[in-house]
Structures are given as structure tokens and as C-alpha cells.
T-cell receptor, first 115, second 115 residues
Framework: AQKVTQAQTEISVVEKEDVTLDCVYE???????LFWYKQPPSGELVFLIRRNSFDEQNEISGRYSWNFQKSTSSFNFTITASQVVDSAVYFC????????????FGEGTQLTVNP | EAGVVQSPRYKIIEKKQPVAFWCNPI?????LYWYLQNLGQGPELLIR????????DSQLPKDRFSAERLKGVDSTLKIQPAELGDSAVYLC?????????????FGPGTRLLVL
């Protein structure tokens, strides 16, 4: 069975600090997809990134970067020079190729960026 | 391009009353999902439609929940009768890509409070 663990329930930082959100996953499939979503107070889940299990290249998009390591089953998310607008709940999610695109979410990390 | 539309955004009802939620997916997206999100948790899949067909409803409590997507476009999720424990956010999502690679785009959700 697939499982996603986000051990950090809440993180609080001061603006301009770098912050890393951890995500560890469990799956028996060799083909799977990992996602990060952002959920601001408005409630809508905003898609940030998707990676497939065969692509371990790290990715950078502006102040966001993702580190995918199959050896440790981790898909961590780093925000560089955090801003107040980054305050939200961030979810890591997993979809196995055999699950028919069912997303299994972690419990989320509440990030608060203080001015 | 318009995103996933959901209505109503908020609903307050008394227990044992019926309630219905509506979702209109992104234009052209053939796959539609309904998720339940309890406070402080990640979303959990209730049902997935491929066009008009419900292909994954294993997590839908069928004694009180029902859903339909008659023309393969918009969808309605119904609860009858509602219970106190149904208070949660109901999220709708849609996707376009082939199975297994689907990136799901979410609507703003309907926040249900059952008194």
C-alpha cells in the first residue's frame, strides 16, 4: 500500500530564511509519480510540481527547488529566501501507476513565514 | 482558461438533512475526482470518473453518499442524510493526461458544517 509521511506538522520561519519541507513515501510499484501542492488559506490546492520515478534530477523553479532521492524514498521541497506569501499548508502526494491515478496525500506541513 | 469551479463555497445544514455539491471541471478534462478533506489532514479520494463512468468509488460511503456525472462534464456529489462527522471540505479535481501521469487540478472546495 502507498503511504506518504510529512513528519513536520508546523514550521515557522522569519522572512528571507530558507526552509525545507520533508516528504518520505512508501510504495511497492516501480513506476510512480510524486507531487507537491500548496494550500493557502483560501483552500484551493495549487499544483507545484510532478516527478516520475524514473527521473531523479533535482528541479529548480525560481525560489523553489525539489530534491528527489529514491535511495531514501524522499522528495523534499526547499523554499529559498522565504516570503510571507509562502505561508500555506504544503502537501506531498504519491500516485502509483497501478492505482489508477489515485493520489495519496501526506498530512501536510503548515508553513508560517513571519515578517 | 477557467479552473475547476465548485459551488456552493460554504454550506451549513442540520444533521439528517440532505446536501449536494456541484463541480464543473476544466474544459476538456475527461477525468473528475471528488475528495474529502478533514481538518488538519490531507485529502482522501471518494470517487473518480472517467467521462461518465465511475471507475473508482471504493472509498465512497454508499449508504449515504452518491455521485453522478451524467454527460461526462459537470458532477454532483450528494449526502443524504448528513451526519455530524460529515463536516469537512469537499474538493473536486480534474485531469487530462493519460492514466498514471495525471496531474490533478483542484477547485476551491465546499466547506460543509453539519450542526
Amino acid at each position: 500500500a502507498q503511504k506518504v509521511t510529512q513528519a513536520q506538522t508546523e514550521i515557522s520561519v522569519v522572512e528571507k530564511e530558507d526552509v525545507t519541507l520533508d516528504c518520505v513515501y512508501e510504495t511497492r510499484d516501480t513506476t510512480y509519480y510524486l507531487f507537491w501542492y500548496k494550500q493557502p488559506p483560501s483552500g484551493e490546492l495549487v499544483f507545484l510540481i510532478r516527478r516520475n520515478s524514473f527521473d531523479e534530477q533535482n528541479e529548480i523553479s525560481g525560489r523553489y527547488s525539489w530534491n528527489f532521492q529514491k535511495s531514501t524514498s524522499s522528495f523534499n521541497f526547499t523554499i529559498t529566501a522565504s516570503q510571507v506569501v509562502d505561508s500555506a499548508v504544503y502537501f506531498c502526494a504519491l500516485s502509483e501507476s497501478t492505482s489508477g491515478s489515485r493520489l495519496t496525500f501526506g498530512e501536510g506541513t503548515q508553513l508560517t513565514v513571519n515578517p | 482558461e477557467a479552473g475547476v469551479v465548485q459551488s456552493p463555497r460554504y454550506k451549513i445544514i442540520e444533521k439528517k438533512q440532505p446536501v449536494a455539491f456541484w463541480c464543473n471541471p476544466i474544459s476538456g478534462h475527461n477525468t473528475l475526482y471528488w475528495y474529502l478533506q478533514n481538518l488538519g489532514q490531507g485529502p482522501e479520494l471518494l470517487i473518480r470518473y472517467e467521462n461518465e463512468e465511475a471507475v473508482d468509488d471504493s472509498q465512497l460511503p454508499k449508504d449515504r453518499f452518491s455521485a453522478e456525472r451524467l454527460k461526462g462534464v459537470d458532477s454532483t456529489l450528494k449526502i443524504q442524510p448528513a451526519e455530524l462527522g460529515d463536516s469537512a471540505v469537499y474538493l473536486c479535481a480534474s485531469s487530462l493526461e493519460p492514466q498514471g501521469m495525471k496531474t490533478q487540478y483542484f477547485g476551491p472546495g465546499t466547506r460543509l458544517l453539519v450542526l
